[in-house]
């Protein structure tokens, strides 16, 4: 597609329940990633998927959270017993593989999945 | 590991006058350095980025940053702010010594250009 699209654009779930944010990414993009924004603080790195390697998810905060990209394409970021402190805005980002100097590691970002926990 | 500081949560300045976020890193190879700029209810765009070549580099929207190895910083410059320019601003590293592409972002600068 033409951009990073994410959804929900805005998701109210009560605490205990389970979350999944979905992430399409920009056709052709090899990388793509999860952050997490806190009422309008920094970027919270959680996971990073290229191409058919292993993620680095190093990030993840506790194993409530998983996320999984198939086909190399569309990205699935799960919140299983959702907590308060959940709540925040959900970023995806993918990019172009390239050679390092090209088009590495510009992040294209979606609009993110606001997510609120009651 | 790679980390980037942004010392400043907010920058004011007059609209007209010069425009410096700052911006410092840590990484144990060559940094791959990077500015985003997210602005009111709108995502995180690309400004510019060094990797490479000269410590001056120039970006989106008239800003550029200058990379400076010896005080491994990389602040993000506009010659004259402009009121639109008021947004959150990100600074970014990648450690070129590193395996993967993962970017770490610093904590965000919000600048407020005021008439």
């Known amino acids: 597609g033409a951009g990073v699209s994410q959804s929900p654009s805005n998701k109210v779930t009560e605490k205990g329940k389970d979350v999944e944010l979905r992430c399409d990414p920009i056709?052709?993009?090899?990388?793509l990633y999860w952050y997490r924004q806190s009422l309008g603080q920094g970027l919270e790195f959680l996971i990073y998927f290229q191409g058919n390697s292993a993620p680095d998810k190093s990030g993840l905060p506790s194993d409530r959270f998983s996320a999984e990209r198939t086909g190399g394409s569309v990205s699935t970021l799960t919140i299983q017993r959702t907590q308060q402190e959940d709540s925040a805005v959900y970023l995806c980002?993918?990019?172009?593989?390239?050679?390092?100097?090209?088009?590495?590691?510009?992040?294209?970002f979606g609009a993110g999945s606001r997510l609120t926990v009651l | 590991a790679q980390s980037v500081a942004q010392p400043e949560d907010q920058v004011n300045v007059a609209e007209g006058n010069p425009l410096t976020v700052k911006c410092t890193y840590s990484v144990s190879g060559n940094p791959y350095l990077f500015w985003y700029v997210q602005y009111p209810n709108r995502g995180l765009q690309f400004l510019l980025k060094?990797?490479?070549?000269?410590?001056l580099v120039k970006g989106s929207y008239g800003f550029e940053a200058e990379f400076n190895k010896s005080q491994t910083s990389f602040h993000l410059k506009k010659p004259s702010a402009l009121v639109s320019d008021s947004a959150l601003y990100f600074c970014a590293v990648r450690d070129g010594k590193a395996a993967g592409n993962k970017l770490t972002f610093g904590g965000g600068t919000r600048v407020l250009v005021k008439p």
């Open positions: 980002a993918s990019s172009p593989r390239g050679e390092r100097g090209t088009g590495a590691n510009v992040l294209t």
């Open positions: 060094y990797i490479t070549g000269d410590n």
């Open positions: 056709s052709g993009h090899t990388a």
